[in-house]
């Protein structure tokens, strides 16, 4: 334990009263934005585990408001557990500690964000969907977590980042930066650059059909990975969606998009070998047959129809971010290797050109299911 973290993480508990006295925290690698430990105190001889986390303030440029996004929205989400009688919705829904002040979050002298949740006992998240049934279950958490704020008031979330999803947003700041090219890095990712360029008529794929009133704005999780879903360690259960930093009004294809983009490519997100990265059919039926039951009857035909294009619309989106954080110098996502944005653009824009092709079978596929 580093002496620094060490001494924030007991300015944190005593900020926050929890129980007991630090014993060990271990940082959690996998976020690419805030900075994640969970930590274990001892309370009169037994365990007491919690998560904390450094929000990253640049990115999340009101952290009173993502709090309040979070709190609404779990609140929500308890009050259906309760009314369905589910047991143990400690381990379903996470919890937010407020101080008692009614922070909710420890502010250190050199102006980080500190903010403590739940940690669930025995569980675990999956970085990579290793089978195509826990897919499904991955599929059937952010169903299931749809259909539970399906009821709840989108314009009532506040917005923690403006054009999160706004995909033409992405696709000019992009230009911008290529046109800018200020580290001369555009030499680099002149053909991802070209081919993404190629494709920005996807842009505004849903916004125009949201203007012309074919689908509307949901509540959305927004950042769908398969590592934000938890699961039981035992029973292989799911549990908690995690992550709800990015609860906002958008589009249920994005949210579908977004989870098949990242755990139907058997190679990963910043796979290094190119002849790794594919859309895997057998994981995106994986994930439909799980999602796509729980959203039925909820959202619209259009809604269902055009879930294939979230797919290739949000690969899309994360390669042109990827491509301009790469030409910006790397100053919004984590580097955890020379040349992470790199090889993540270069993976990204791989995986779009085969979704695109894949877009018809795509399609095939849900028609099938839908039919059944
Ligand atoms: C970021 O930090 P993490 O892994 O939760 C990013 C997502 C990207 C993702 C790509 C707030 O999420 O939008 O899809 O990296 N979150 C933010 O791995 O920008
Ligand atoms: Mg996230």
């Known amino acids: 334990m580093d002496s620094v973290t060490t001494k924030i993480i007991n300015e944190i508990i005593d900020a926050f009263l929890l129980k007991g006295r630090l014993v060990y925290y271990d940082a959690l690698k996998s976020g690419n934005i805030n900075d994640t430990y969970s930590i274990v105190t001892d309370y009169c001889g037994s365990p007491r585990q919690y998560l904390v986390q450094r929000l990253n303030h640049n990115v999340f440029r009101n ?105 033409e947003k992405r696709y000019e700041d992009m230009q911008k930066a290529a046109e800018e090219d200020k580290l001369g890095r555009l030499v680099n990712v002149k053909a991802e650059y070209d081919y993404l360029m190629s494709m920005r008529s996807y842009a505004s794929f849903f916004r125009e059909r949201y203007e012309r009133g074919e689908i509307p704005l949901r509540v959305t999780h927004n950042d769908t990975k398969c ?112 040349d992470h944005n790199l090889l993540r653009t270069r993976a990204q824009t791989a995986l779009a050109r085969d979704i695109s092709k894949k877009l018809p079978l795509m399609h095939e596929e849900l028609n099938l299911m839908l039919k059944n």
């Open 63 to 167: 952290p009173n408001e993502v709090a309040e996004n979070i709190l609404a929205v779990t609140k929500h989400i308890e009050d259906k557990l309760f009314h369905n009688r589910v047991r143990d919705i400690r381990r379903k829904v996470i919890k937010l500690y407020v101080r008692p002040e009614g922070d909710y979050y420890y502010i250190t002298d050199d102006g980080d964000y500190w903010r403590v949740m739940s940690y669930v006992v025995n569980s675990e998240t999956h970085d990579s969907a290793s089978t195509p049934m826990l897919l499904r279950s991955v599929g059937d958490a952010f169903g299931e977590f749809q259909m539970y704020l399906s009821d709840f008031d989108a314009e009532s979330l506040n917005i923690t980042i403006p054009d999160f999803h706004n995909t």
């Open 227 to 338: 590592n934000n879903v938890m699961f039981d360690a035992s029973s292989s259960e799911h549990l908690a969606v995690i992550d709800l930093d990015t609860v906002m009004p958008g589009f249920v294809a994005h949210d579908f998009g977004d989870a098949v983009r990242f755990a139907a490519n058997p190679g990963g997100e910043d796979a290094e070998d190119l002849a790794s990265v594919r859309l895997d059919m057998n994981f995106f039926k994986a994930f439909a047959s799980g999602f796509v039951p729980r959203i039925n009857g909820m959202v619209t035909d259009k809604e269902l129809e055009t879930l294939p294009e979230g797919v290739l619309c949000i690969t899309l989106e994360l390669a042109a971010r990827f491509l301009t954080d790469y030409l910006q110098g790397d100053v919004y996502f984590k580097c955890k290797k020379p």
